[in-house]
């Protein structure tokens, strides 16, 4: 039986008139079980067969695929999709699925042999197939895909891959892998955020099979098929913002159901064991020192089921010893967050040509990554600027960057490290 | 639902016992023998007044851990009898207040019990300790117990909890109620001289019992392992202050660590602090530094000693006094002398609102009330004993404060 645990960080004493309340809850869920613990679980492994793809990656994608099934627990459904500028259900053929035992995990392999490549990039047409199929097994309430590329959505309009995207939503999720250094960090970016998904870059062809098998193994082990953060706020405050910082960076502020006036729920989407952390922010209406008020109840919901529960405060205090300190928590994720929107505006100014304007967000994300002791990012910014001075944020752009590089520090600016306990 | 008379929390003990111990007074939610006239369960801090409220606020900090059900802190006065459906709606907006103790349209806090509270063991012995306006929390405790015979025997103890220091207000509470039952023990015989002695050595005894609280309390509580480091201080362990004044018969024992106080303001005439602060501005003062220049100072409250794990001296300081006409003892905290502090004047004050015959819980509240009028800025704690007269001279009766030698250097106390 899966359990929940809320932790709340935060500084809960404003100083007078003080009105903004933030918190770091902590969710950690353990015993979750495997996929399929409560309902049945479905997979899709969405594999790009544009012609773009070639000999190399084509080979890798087939073998990431089989290496993905492999891990696909026997009783879950499955599917495997082809796509180029439209999108085929290779196997079990037709928009449907089968479940997972011996003799389908060997035909879905021959299946999976059998793919060469052709045609161009429509994603959205293989977002609408994988809906379809899923909608097959009404049965299956986790539904989970991997989505590999390797090129620009060519075949479709912008309009009408958002549109695929905003018709997927909700309906399963996904995690999107980009290989090689032809494919759009933002086009892929767009359908993870939506799908509650990660995305990542595959460098090298032969990283692509233990990317994916790590990918199917972690799918594996969710048995939460979905939970939600259920937010409640006092009458007369407004929601400044949620998101998940932790372990990477999701604006959830807008994706906000209603249960009540004063309730709200955010999808968070299936659960493993694993802990991920929330940053959300309240504005109250200032009250006299010495007085107390609730900010927040935050909660994790799964079905009808409340699992846990955390309190976000608020106290007025004329103590300016109590009022000033800010939560090492709070503050350690305002600035992850801070660094990920200073590395995704440099490198769209420097793509743009901009380059003193990328300079300046690039030389603020060294800052931010070194005050924040966020070494994987400085490790990447690095590739892409000489740093002069992390204190002071003073870089120069280097002249000759690996494109796959830079792509590496967009898909990485998302990830946050914790902070250190 | 509490089973609890709520007549049976406040019947006076039997006449001529100590009070407590034999009473049959059970706690409604865990079970704990309690005395009468207690307004909260010492084991399971429950409120034992009838209709209570519930929902204990997860406990205060940076770093909380609340699953569905939060613990209660004990001594909060608010942990759910689970089948209390009688809650109070919220003081704010008249909404429900939900389990985890706060309204569930407007996150007012339910009104903790420990907010204002009032204490009667006898008729002529009461005390009300309030919160205050400006801080969020009441850190003060009083703990009374009292023969009914006007006059006979009464014990008064005032705890105010340090407020820099974490989890105060139970140290407070504890320290009170655990003075008080070494105070409400038998009560020694023989002549004047004899029983100050005694009491001396009991107070001395009564302190050492609160202390033992005070340090036992468990501070870890917010500086638990999922503090992030960069977050953790050093939190000071709770710690607290202590007054504790016993009437019997003609005499008057008081003892004191910190900066709460008692004082004589007799009905006519004699008007004197019994007390001396343990402060910074005390000791300037002592040291020839002119009290307004003393008083003004930043520092001028800063206590030097307490009760808790980090205190340097915990034993009390004893004064005596006999009485030479009818008054009263009052003891209380610096919420309330903070705004009137010399002898003659609180005399004054308290002679505004005191008829002939009055009632020590409505003027403990006037005073209470007068304290909130002038801004409220700490919790504030009146406790008074009417004293009606001297009993007749058995000897050295000397109507003035005399301090009795605890193994100091004599001469050091006025």
Redesign the interface.
């Known amino acids: 039986m899966a359990e929940f ?8 004493y404003l100083a007078d008139g003080g009105t903004d309340v933030h918190a770091v809850v ?1 969710v950690t869920c353990s015993g979750a079980g495997a996929a399929g613990s409560s309902g049945d679980a479905a997979e899709i492994i969405i594999v790009d067969i544009s012609t773009s793809m070639g000999v190399d990656k084509m080979n890798a994608a087939r073998q990431g695929a089989m290496v993905a099934v492999d891990q696909i627990n026997d009783g879950v459904w499955f599917g495997i999709i082809a796509g180029n500028e439209r999108a085929v259900n290779i196997y079990p053929g037709r928009a449907a699925m089968v479940r997972m035992d011996p003799s389908t995990r060997a035909a879905a392999k021959q299946a999976i042999a059998g793919l060469r490549t052709s045609g161009g990039t429509a994603i959205g047409t293989w977002l609408h197939l994988a809906s379809a199929t899923f909608d097959q097994v009404p049965s299956a309430t986790q539904r989970h895909a991997i989505l590999l590329t390797d090129g620009q959505n060519q075949s479709e309009t912008p309009e009408a891959f958002a549109a695929a995207i905003a018709a997927a939503e909700g309906r399963f999720q996904c995690d999107c892998r980009g290989v090689g250094a032809d494919w759009q960090v933002a086009e892929l970016r767009s359908i993870a955020t939506a799908l509650l998904g990660t995305v990542d870059l595959i460098a090298r062809p032969e990283d692509l099979a233990a990317d994916f098998e790590a990918l199917m193994r972690d799918a594996m082990s969710r048995g939460v098929a979905s939970a939600a953060l259920r937010l409640w ?5 407004n929601i400044l913002f949620v998101r998940q910082v932790a372990p990477t960076l999701e604006e959830l502020t807008g994706r906000r159901t209603e249960i009540n006036p ?1 309730t709200g729920d955010y999808p968070t989407g299936s659960w493993g064991d694993e802990s991920r952390d929330y940053h959300v922010a309240v504005r ?1 209406a200032p009250k ?8 927040a ?1 935050v909660s994790l919901v799964v079905g009808a089921d ?6 976000v ?1 608020a ?4 103590d300016a010893t109590l009022t000033t300190r800010i ?3 709070v503050a ?1 994720f305002t600035g992850q967050a801070e660094l990920a929107d200073a590395i995704q505006e440099g490198l769209a100014a420097k793509a743009a040509g901009d380059d003193a304007t990328a300079t300046t967000k690039l030389g603020r994300a060294v800052q931010l990554a070194a005050e924040t002791g966020d070494e994987d990012a400085t490790a990447k910014l690095r590739k892409v600027v000489d740093i002069d001075d992390p204190d002071t944020g003073t870089v120069r752009l280097k002249r000759q960057v690996d494109k796959l590089d830079e792509m590496a520090l967009d898909t990485a600016s998302t990830k946050t490290t914790r ?3 | 639902m509490s089973d609890l008379d709520p007549s049976a929390v406040t019947a006076p003990a039997t006449p001529g016992d100590p009070a407590a111990v034999a009473s049959e007074v059970r706690c409604p939610s865990c079970g704990e023998v309690v005395v009468p006239g207690d307004q909260f369960c010492e084991g399971c801090g429950a409120s034992l007044v009838g209709g209570a409220d519930h929902g204990a606020p997860a406990a205060e900090g940076d770093a909380r851990t609340a699953q569905v059900q939060p613990a209660a802190r004990p001594a909060d006065g608010a942990a759910a009898p689970a089948s209390s459906a009688a809650a109070r709606p919220c003081p704010a907006c008249g909404g429900a207040i939900a389990d985890d103790g706060y309204c569930e349209v407007c996150g007012a806090p339910a009104v903790s019990e420990r907010d204002h509270f009032s204490e009667q063991p006898a008729p002529w012995v009461a005390a009300v300790c309030d919160k205050g306006i400006r801080h969020h929390r009441n850190e003060d405790a009083v703990a009374l117990s009292a023969d009914p015979a006007p006059g006979s025997f009464a014990a008064l103890v005032v705890c105010d909890g340090v407020s820099s220091s974490v989890d105060s207000d139970l140290a407070s509470l504890s320290a009170a109620r655990a003075a008080r039952d070494v105070l409400s023990g038998p009560r020694p015989d023989g002549g004047v001289a004899g029983r100050l002695t005694a009491w001396s050595a009991r107070i001395t005894d009564a302190a050492a019992a609160a202390n033992e609280q005070a340090v036992g309390v468990n501070a870890v509580e917010s500086a638990s392992a999922s503090t992030p480091t960069a977050e953790v201080e050093i939190l000071s362990p709770p710690s607290c202050t202590f007054v504790a004044a016993v009437v019997d018969g003609p005499v008057i024992v008081v003892g004191s660590v910190g900066d709460s106080r008692a004082y004589w303001l007799g009905d006519a005439g004699a008007a004197v602090a019994l007390t001396q602060d343990d402060s910074w501005a005390a000791d300037q003062i002592g040291r020839g530094v002119p009290r307004s220049v003393a008083e003004a100072d930043s520092k001028a409250h800063a206590i030097t000693r307490w009760l808790g794990a980090d205190s340097p001296d915990a034993t009390p300081t004893i004064v005596s006094w006999q009485p030479d006409g009818p008054g009263w003892l009052l003891v209380c905290s610096d919420g309330l002398w903070n705004y009137c502090s010399e002898a003659a004047d609180l005399a004054a004050l308290l002679h505004s609102f005191a008829p002939h015959g009055a009632d020590p819980v409505e003027l403990a509240g006037s005073l209470v009330a007068w304290a909130n009028e002038q801004g409220g800025q700490d919790n504030i704690t009146v406790a008074l004993a009417r004293v009606d007269g001297p009993a007749p001279a058995t000897g050295d009766a000397t109507g003035a404060a005399t301090a009795i030698p605890t193994g100091a250097a004599p001469g050091t106390q006025p």
């Not at chain 1, 706020?233 to 405050?237: A, D, E, F, V």
């Open positions: 645990k809320a932790e709340v960080f935060q500084n809960e902590s706020t006092p009458q007369g405050s004063l109250v006299p020192i010495g007085s107390e008020q609730l900010a109840r409340v699992m846990s529960a955390g309190l405060k106290i007025w205090s004329d939560n090492a928590a350690h902070v250190k306990r």
